[in-house]
């Protein structure tokens, strides 16, 4: 499966949008982008996911490149519950899912 | 949505001994279950792929013989760490991908909600 590039860490204010960024110049074209939280001391949580096309549902939208080579995970208005650990990844089909570092999103009042 | 149970969720054992962590799909069958460790600050590392009726699948450098899984039936695969030392202490975390029928093939992964293992 392709890597992921993330910032290490954001900041966002409470109420803003949060705008997480993810590169992966060599995704593969039927390789899907999912994005995942952590929050601390808990198990992954699924936020959303999407192949070609922009995906929107009631925790986030993501916007993927035409060229697929990186997307943006949007949280329209962020929380200070939604302070964590979000995961880019690459995955093919029904394969494992790897994780990388991911970006710590810090939300402040 | 599906839900992923993973038990206990915290574990303090002694050096020298084994323990066993559960990890159950409640609403769904799950052909493949995921084993992850993570370490504090650090990312999941995935240990191993089991199926369901056949032998686990280990990453490189994870021991088979100390991190045994079954996988018996289609909810419910378990993690045995034998002989535990300190260094095994960590964060387990299960995952399940339910089975063919009824799913798409790029369905998401349900995670269980850890196990804090912390080996004396």
């Known amino acids: 499966d392709a890597k992921t590039t993330q910032p290490p860490s954001m900041d966002c204010a409470e109420g803003r949008a949060a705008n997480l960024p993810c590169n992966h110049s060599?995704?593969?074209?039927?390789?899907?982008v999912y994005w995942y939280r952590q929050i601390h001391s808990q198990g992954p949580q699924y936020i959303i996911h999407g192949l070609k096309n922009n995906e929107t549902n009631e925790m986030a939208s993501l916007i993927i490149t035409e060229d697929r080579k990186s997307s943006t995970l949007i949280l329209p208005h962020a929380t200070l519950r939604d302070t964590a650990v979000y995961y880019c990844?690459?995955?093919?089909?029904?394969?494992?899912?790897?994780f990388g570092a991911g970006t710590r999103l810090t939300v402040k009042p | 949505g599906a839900v992923v149970s993973q038990h206990p969720s915290w574990v303090i054992c002694k050096s020298g001994t084994s323990v066993k962590i559960e990890c159950r799909s409640l609403d769904f069958q799950a052909t493949t279950m995921f084993w992850y460790r993570q370490f504090p600050k650090q990312s999941l590392m995935l240990m191993a792929t089991?199926?369901?009726?056949?032998?686990?699948?280990?990453e490189q450098g994870v021991e088979k013989d100390k991190f045994l899984i079954n996988h018996a039936s289609l909810t419910l695969s378990t993690l045995t760490v034998t002989s535990a030392h300190p260094e095994d202490s960590s964060f387990y975390i299960c995952?399940?991908?339910?089975?063919?029928?009824?799913?798409?093939?790029?369905?998401?992964?349900?995670f269980g909600s850890g196990t804090q293992l912390s080996v004396l």
């Open positions: 089991s199926n369901e009726g056949s032998k686990a699948t280990y």
């Open positions: 060599t995704i593969s074209g039927n390789e899907y």
């Open positions: 990844i690459v995955r093919v089909g029904n394969n494992d899912m790897r």
């Open positions: 995952s399940a991908r339910p089975g063919a029928e009824g799913f798409a093939t790029n369905e998401k992964l349900f």
